[in-house]
């Protein structure tokens, strides 16, 4: 559930940029503002949002030598997924 959850913020910082370049790209069109960075600034977005996901997402896993024991139920109760060291 987590990682849908920051692939959704990513989805939505994604449009969000693009609302704001948008919007400003209609203010320089009727010449109300001038700003020759947005790409620039579209492209730090970009690769924050790129960077903090990774991070996030690769947060809790576990290290290459490491094997995944998957969910399994005990005394009628599941018990979950871990990691543990070969």
């Known amino acids: 559930m987590r990682k849908y ?3 959704a913020v ?8 693009l609302a704001l370049l948008t919007r400003m790209a209609g ?11 947005r790409y ?3 492209g730090a977005v970009s690769i924050a949002v790129l ?3 990774g991070l996030l997402l690769e947060t809790g896993s576990g290290a290459p030598e490491m094997s995944y024991q998957p969910a ?5 109760q599941i018990k979950p997924g871990k990691f543990k060291e070969n």
């Open 40 to 42: 620039v600034i579209a």
């Open 27 to 37: 203010r320089h069109m009727r010449g109300e503002a001038i700003m020759p960075y």
């Open 51 to 53: 960077l903090a996901g």
């Open 72 to 76: 399994y139920i005990e005394d009628g």
């Open 5 to 7: 959850l920051i692939i």
């Open 10 to 17: 990513a989805i939505l910082a994604g449009l969000l940029v």
